[in-house]
């Protein structure tokens, strides 16, 4: 079966892909899932923080993941895509809350869940709390969200961002508006990247 092909995300300026790839995700007891994925950085709010900091605070703040499934082999005839997403959502949790371990952060915990609507299907996103311990001392909370869903392709997208004021956190004084962007802000374009995903 060929790959599956590459999601189309919009996002905003100052966002730049900074991986792209496909790879074997998980196993199901009957086919392996393979996912094409494309991940973005806020690059504009990194580069800020790190210009206002000393030393230079130069790590991913926020992020953004889209992936696109197939099934090697396909789904049996017959096989309702809803009967495999439980499979798709589970294991793609657990991969998400290690990919937050991985990225520094600590006590990972589940949190509220969020109905939408993307291109029309229905779509229930789940958050994820944490923190992350910085070089310098300070502790950044941060909030995640994965959500998982079916229409014609089976999609997993995945996202993070600061859960306070980078200028609270980080005890800046008179930062300018990019560092003191309220969590509500980088809830709602995480949301809007994930109504243009298709």
Known sequence: MADPRYPIVEVSDGWELTEEGVETLF???????????????????????????????????????????????????????????????????QRFKQRLRDRGVSRVSRDRSERLRVDGSRVRARSYTGTVDTSGGYALPVEGWLAAWHD???????????????????????????????????????????????
């Open 27 to 93: 196993e199901l007891p009957t086919m392996s899932v393979r996912g094409a994925s494309r991940r973005y950085e806020d690059r504009a709010g990194r580069d800020g923080l790190a210009a206002a900091t000393d030393p230079p605070h130069d790590e991913t703040l926020r992020f953004f993941a889209a992936t696109r499934l197939t099934f090697e082999p396909g789904l049996p005839p017959g096989t309702l895509p809803a009967s495999v997403l439980p499979s798709v959502r589970q294991q793609a949790r």
């Open 152 to 198: 014609e392709d089976f999609f997993v997208v995945t996202g993070g961002y600061p859960a306070e004021r980078l200028a609270d956190v980080f005890g800046l004084e008179g930062a300018g508006e990019l560092l003191s962007t309220p969590p509500r802000v980088y809830r709602d374009d995480f949301f809007d990247f994930l109504r243009s995903v298709r």
